[in-house]
T-cell receptor
Framework: GENVEQHPSTLSVQEGDSAVIKCTYSDSASNYFPWYKQELGKGPQLIIDIRSNVGEKKDQRIAVTLNKTAKHFSLHITETQPEDSAVYFCAASFSGSARQLTFGSGTQLTVLP | GAGVSQSPSNKVTEKGKDVELRCDPISGHTALYWYRQRLGQGLEFLIYFQGNSAPDKSGLPSDRFSAERTGESVSTLTIQRTQQEDSAVYLC??????????FGEGSWLTVV
């Protein structure tokens, strides 16, 4: 089955700096890669996703890049703000099948004011 | 409804008791998932329902855990004879078929 590894497990950045979180996956058939943000005491919320037919996707301060050859994808947050502090999870799945998402272990991002 | 709704939001139960957790998915979503998240840890897949297909129960940790779903609507996760290691947040999620999965706020279970 799919295996997703996520690094780093914790990340502290100064407000205004960029943050990068990286994930690798094992199943070359995976073609859908979402990122979730989980604030304390809440359920995960989808913040951005990418499908394997594109290499990069941006939404304001958030971007995701995908390297299918190397089987890794990354979340980039620019101009970080204190409200970006949360746990971020990457995930991978193969669309069109009955498979469920496989999640990474999460990254605790802390943005220092 | 507007989002995935879970109840109860918090549950404290005595060891050995049974608990039922309810999930009401987003209207029209054919797929429904249950995940478990222990404190400070990642999401652990439990069970997946897709339409009328047989559910994927491969993530259920023991036979004390079971889940049902009525058609394409409400699902109930049942934990029998609860143990302290069952203490966790139980997250329900639903999707329509394009893999975008939306989570509820979770049911926080504490077994004392």
């Amino acid at each position: 089955g799919e295996n997703v590894e996520q690094h780093p497990s914790t990340l502290s950045v100064q407000e205004g700096d960029s943050a990068v979180i990286k994930c690798t996956y094992s199943d070359s058939a995976s073609n859908y890669f979402p990122w979730y943000k989980q604030e304390l005491g809440k359920g995960p919320q989808l913040i951005i996703d990418i499908r394997s037919n594109v290499g990069e996707k941006k939404d304001q301060r958030i971007a995701v890049t995908l390297n299918k050859t190397a089987k890794h994808f990354s979340l980039h947050i620019t101009e970080t703000q204190p409200e970006d502090s949360a746990v971020y999870f990457c995930a991978a799945s193969f669309s069109g099948s009955a498979r469920q998402l496989t999640f990474g272990s999460g990254t605790q991002l802390t943005v220092l004011p | 409804g507007a989002g995935v709704s879970q109840s109860p939001s918090n549950k404290v139960t005595e060891k050995g008791k049974d608990v039922e957790l309810r999930c009401d998915p987003i209207s029209g979503h054919t797929a429904l998932y249950w995940y478990r998240q222990r404190l400070g840890q990642g999401l652990e897949f439990l069970i997946y329902f897709q339409g009328n297909s047989a559910p994927d129960k491969s993530g259920l940790p023991s036979d004390r855990f079971s889940a049902e779903r009525t058609g394409e609507s409400v699902s109930t996760l049942t934990i029998q004879r609860t143990q302290q290691e069952d203490s966790a947040v139980y997250l329900c999620a639903s999707s329509y078929s394009g893999n975008t999965i939306y989570f509820g706020e979770g049911s926080w279970l504490t077994v004392v």
